[in-house]
């Protein structure tokens, strides 16, 4: 796992460690890494024309170490200084290496003139939007042709929630020291930093549990269900599905596709209109059908709930039916909808429950709510909403963000936009269902499901536009790919 940290959690580790070092050893250290990542952008450093945009403190100061060090092995390197004040030993030793010192009224030409952009306007500890001259060195960053290498995240990003507030710099790769920070992983500001370059300055013995993880292809691997000699499809785990109706008849044949292709479960089982049922099963034909309302004759380890299903008084009856229960439980779509007018549905109950909103169903399930303020603050709005209903839930979107009581916020790496096309989110459904009645943990369950359907959707038509069914054959590809990434 990727961990990332807050503030806080940073600035406390920095200074256990630098209480037990020479004074200056620290930056020394970041600056290092920062100046080999910087080499590694040039490809030549000798004769490149580099430029630092400096702010004040800790962030200008390593900025200004690094530029020493490209200076001393041959780039003319040209410092812009935008802060209040400036890192005293940073500029002496700059100006000591050959830098030079660019008045800002020349701010315009030292960018445009630059083979690369050195980004250390503000650091970790940047709160609000970015004002004079730091936006305006900015925006002149973010039109210039050269690339840009961020000192710890972008300027412009907030560190704990990746909520940008007017103007940031956009990032080719962004060197951050110690850990990674909750903005770089969750949008809008992770889709500033570019490649994110982490470098070891010591921090970890000080480090306590993270806020936030990112799952790697070898966490999601150990997480999948393994099949034992003796393995028989019940012992794997029954998923029923409640989804699909005949307004949505497709919804039904992708949740249980998805849960099919996904693995977890050993036998699916879905509940519908005939209809609904004839059609699953002439995709499917290896699904077990029943009518609505037999539920409680199902043998089901988990139940995914919800896609295409309706929110009428049926609906609302099969529901609450199916979360009386103490079987896990997925709820999608209408389900959604259902507990955002009855959440006493969820909160009261005590097994386990996933929920799966975009950012337009969560504003309901949270009354009082604006869609537009959830995509700004990902993290804080799913951690809400999971302290709330006393769930696992997962918010899609350009990030999505799963949150649960029960430990740090999880960021899937594999999102793109590629999986903005009706009915994707019916296939993780399933996927993660499936999981879910193969025995996962909720949070397992869901990350899991979603990594491998972005990775899904990346894979199965090397980056062409997909359709939900593609799908399908994409998640065989993705666990394919992570279980042979788990080998090496």
Known sequence: MREAHSVDVVRAAEGQLMARLPEGALMARAAAGLAVACGRVLGRVSGARVTLLVGSGDNGGDTLFAGARLARRGAAVRALLAGSRVHTGGLAAFR????????????????????LLVDGLVGIGGRGGLRAPHADLARAANAATAPVVAV????????DTGEVDGVAVWADVTVTFGTHKPGLLIDPGAE????????????GPWLPDPRVVSPTAHDVAGALPRLAPETHKYTRGVLGIAAGSGWFPGAAVLVVGGAFRAGGAGLVHYTGDADVRAEVLRRWPETVVGEPGATSAVRATAWAVGSGRGTDGDAEEELAELLAEDTPVLLDADALTVVARH??????????????????????????????????????????????????VLLKGS????????????????????????GSGDVLSGMIGSFLAAGMEPRTAAMSGAF????????????????????????SLAINTVNAAART
């Not at 710890?152 to 560190?159: E, F, K, M, N």
């Not at 500033?192 to 921090?203: A, E, F, K, S």
Request: hydrophobic share 45%.
């Open 192 to 203: 500033h930093c570019g490649v994110v370059d982490p470098v070891d300055i010591g921090l």
């Open 152 to 159: 710890d995240l972008p300027s412009g990003i907030d560190a």
């Open 452 to 475: 491998l359907h972005g990775l899904a959707a990346r894979l199965v038509r090397d980056g062409a536009p997909i359709s939900a069914s593609d799908l399908f054959e994409g998640t």
């Open 96 to 115: 000591g290496a050959g830098g030079r010192v660019v008045d800002l009224e020349h701010a315009q030409t030292t960018i445009d003139t630059a083979d």
């Open 399 to 422: 990030t999505t963000v799963i949150a649960d009581p029960a430990g740090p916020a999880i960021v899937n790496p594999t999102g793109t936009a590629l999986l903005a096309t009706a």
């Open 343 to 392: 959440p006493t549905l969820v909160t009261e109950r005590v097994a386990p429950t996933v929920l799966t909103p975009h950012a337009g169903e969560l504003a309901r399930l949270l009354p009082g709510t604006e869609r537009e303020a959830i995509e700004a603050a990902r993290l804080a709005y799913v951690t809400r909403a999971a302290e709330f209903y006393g769930a696992t």
